[in-house]
């Protein structure tokens, strides 16, 4: 369901009925204004599009299983913490991520060949690996560097998950290609350069997809937080953000992991929150202590690029690790996950 602009939230009583919901919704409905209902452990809210004017004048406290009615005061709404204190557990294949569940997600930048895309499949795999990353289109600076395999890298990355059993995420970068993407992958990535394309952030929140959704390069967290907003209102509720670092005037990284992204972004929102110290970084020396410090911080996952040969690959071979190098660092991620009580996958 779309939602227009969201005012308010009606937050049941404990032990509301479905009936007493429902007879909210009817309310709403007969004045022309829609409500967007989500269910947690907690309680049931319901999020109210439509004009404010009209709302207030609705005697919704007066209705029985009501609890109270609030004003949402953030630009964000159904990816808030308020919309839903629990966290949103996603589930892909045989592993989860968020609420104590760590993702290890872990593959070449490009897929580039078969065989290169084997290889660090079967190691991702090895190493403990809990998804496959691999992109057939690739956002590239230069137009004429490598755009990616599209179709055939897509059918690739479908025969390295039947091969390994491990889901495969897959950037996303053009609204035409959804189908194919949707059809051979498990979750969607949108890149850190289409986070504000906002046409195609509405595509994908009308496929049965999970997606992973990247900050921009100068994107604020209330923008990273609006863009997944735009996903979550079109239906679909299976969002990933990840902090994959933003522009600075520092040098010595590609990029700067913005840490501190990973606790606030916990605390406003509900989703799961992976964090990517090779974009970040730009340097596989860096890729070990940016992954502890993000799963110190509490993010819910990692996506690490590994190459069977980064000195061969055809983008960002000086921020992939060698599989060897990724069987260490993982060792390292899984000690640091047992360490704040959660489980990979
Ligand atoms: C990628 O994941 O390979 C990629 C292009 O990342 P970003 O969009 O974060 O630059
Ligand atoms: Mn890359």
Not at 173 to 193: C, F, K, N
């Amino acid at each position: 369901m779309a939602i227009g602009s969201t005012e308010m939230m009606i937050i049941m009583q404990e032990g509301a009925t479905a009936e007493e919901v429902e007879r909210v919704l009817e309310l709403l409905s007969s004045a022309g204004v829609s409500g967007y209902v989500s269910t947690s452990d907690i309680a049931t809210v319901i999020a109210v599009a439509g004009e404010r004017d009209v709302i207030a004048g609705l005697p919704l406290e007066a209705y029985p299983g009501v609890d109270k009615v609030l004003p949402i005061l953030k630009p964000y709404k159904l990816v808030s913490r308020d919309f839903r204190r629990s966290d949103t557990v996603i589930t892909i294949g045989g592993s989860s991520v968020g609420g104590g569940h760590v993702a290890l997600i872990a593959g070449p930048c490009s897929v580039e060949t078969r065989e290169q895309l084997m290889e660090a499949a079967a190691a991702a795999k090895a190493g403990g690996a809990t998804m496959l990353r691999g992109g057939a289109y690739k956002p590239r600076t230069s137009p004429y560097a490598f755009q990616g395999l599209g179709v055939v890298g897509l059918e690739m990355l479908a025969e390295a998950r039947a091969a390994t059993g491990l889901p495969v995420v897959t950037e996303l970068m053009d609204p035409r290609h959804l189908d194919a993407v949707a059809t051979y992958s498990d979750v969607i990535q949108i890149g850190a350069r289409n986070m504000q394309n906002f046409q195609l952030l509405s595509a994908v929140g009308q496929v049965d997809r999970p997606v992973l959704l990247k900050r921009g390069l100068a994107a604020t967290i209330e923008e990273l937080l609006m863009a997944a907003e735009y996903i979550v209102r079109e239906g679909n509720e299976r969002v990933i953000l990840c902090e994959r670092g933003i522009r600075t005037f520092e040098t010595a990284t590609r990029n700067t992991l913005d840490i501190s992204a990973v606790p606030i972004l916990k605390q406003r929102s509900h989703l799961p929150v992976v964090v990517d110290p090779s974009h970040a970084a730009g340097k596989v020396e860096l890729v070990e202590p940016l992954s502890l410090a993000a799963l110190a911080a509490g993010a819910d996952g990692i996506m690490i690029e590994m190459h069977p040969h980064p000195e061969m690959a055809l983008s960002d071979g000086a921020q992939s690790l060698d599989p060897e190098h990724f069987k260490r660092v993982a060792a390292r991620i899984a000690d640091m996950v047992r360490w704040v009580g959660k489980k990979l996958g």
